[in-house]
């Protein structure tokens, strides 16, 4: 029975893999919509090129999503420094989603790697049998510290060079610092596990498009409701903070510490699951 069963799993696994070959070699005119087959076909090819990238181009391409992406820590902290006190702070928050997009459209236009865009694409392959669960772990935990370090890197040009261009203050920092951590360890996470899962259809999204202006568009209208909503993004929510840590006493390294893990697991699990493992299936149910 076991033999039985294994032959089965074999012939559905090659009827699935001639399936996305012969998906990528048949392309897609640019007005022509994409079915979910060239989709999928579309998101494992991206991730076998970057499960073959080395660590070092990795790493320093991530390090580059994780500067970049500060740009929307940068932007937002501006907006409230000017906005304080003239309008209520409720509404501030509100308007972060204008400018929370900025950083995102650096980082997936100029194709850097962020660990939240490639979360459900790194694990397409796992799911169809092409890499171990242990390769995809390596993989995210280069994207993930190159992310991490550059978002540091960042954290300290604000806190220095931001005061001096007269662009916020010190306390700006620590009241976006202190909205983003000050919440229940079970808020946090399932906050994280929402922008984890809005970042893996977003993704998706780009992958269905035929066109840059197609593709602007999604980054902005995803991005822009979790700027909205205040949902938790593990990688902006490193640059804001670390930020809080390095200038606020209320801001501790237990709060750092304690929002990056309960963050990057809910963004793992939000984008890995409800989007990788569920678009996977629905996939895999033609077989």
Same mark, same amino acid.
């Given at each position: 029975m076991d033999s039985k069963e294994n032959r089965?799993?074999? @012939?559905?696994?090659?009827?699935?893999?001639?399936?996305l070959s012969s998906s990528v070699k048949k392309g897609n005119? +640019?007005?022509?919509?994409?079915?979910?087959?060239?989709?999928?076909?579309?998101?494992?090819k991206s991730a076998h !090129?970057?499960?073959?990238?080395?660590? @070092?181009t990795l790493f320093i391409s991530s390090l580059t999503a994780g500067l970049e992406i500060g740009f929307s820590f940068l932007l937002i902290c501006t907006l409230y420094f000017f906005l304080n006190g003239k309008i209520d702070e409720r509404n501030i928050y509100l308007l972060f989603s204008f400018f929370y997009p900025v950083g995102f459209l650096m980082v997936i236009m100029g194709r850097s790697l962020l660990f939240t865009e490639q979360t459900s694409i790194? +694990?397409?392959?796992?799911?169809?049998?092409?890499?171990?669960? +242990?390769?995809?772990?390596?993989?995210?935990?280069?994207?993930?510290?190159g992310n991490v370090t550059g978002g540091i890197l960042f954290s300290f040009l604000v806190v220095f060079l931001g005061p001096e261009l007269n662009l916020l203050s010190l306390a700006t920092i620590e009241a976006i610092s202190l909205h983003v951590v000050h919440y229940e360890a079970w808020g946090l996470f399932f906050s994280a596990v929402l922008a984890g899962w809005l970042m893996g259809l977003l993704s998706w999204l780009l992958s269905s498009a035929n066109d840059s202006i197609t593709r602007v568009?999604?980054?902005?209208?995803?991005?822009?409701?979790?700027?909205?909503?205040?949902? !938790? !993004?593990?990688?902006v929510g490193n640059v804001e903070?670390?930020?809080?840590?390095?200038v606020s006493s209320s801001v501790t390294v237990t709060d750092y510490l304690g929002f990056m893990i309960l963050a990057?697991? %809910?963004?793992?699990? %939000?984008?890995?699951?409800f989007v990788a493992l569920f678009k996977y299936k629905a996939f895999e149910s033609n077989f």
């Open positions: 089965s799993e074999e @012939k559905k696994q090659k009827k699935i893999d001639s399936t005119s +640019a007005t022509q919509s994409k079915e979910l087959v060239e989709i999928m076909a579309e998101q494992m !090129h970057i499960y073959r990238l080395k660590n @070092k790194l +694990a397409l392959p796992v799911l169809n049998n092409k890499y171990s669960f +242990a390769t995809l772990l390596r993989i995210w935990g280069v994207v993930i510290l568009f999604f980054i902005i209208v995803i991005t822009g409701i979790i700027g909205f909503l205040g949902l !938790h !993004h593990s990688i903070v670390f930020s809080g840590m390095l990057l697991a %809910g963004n793992a699990a %939000g984008g890995s699951i």
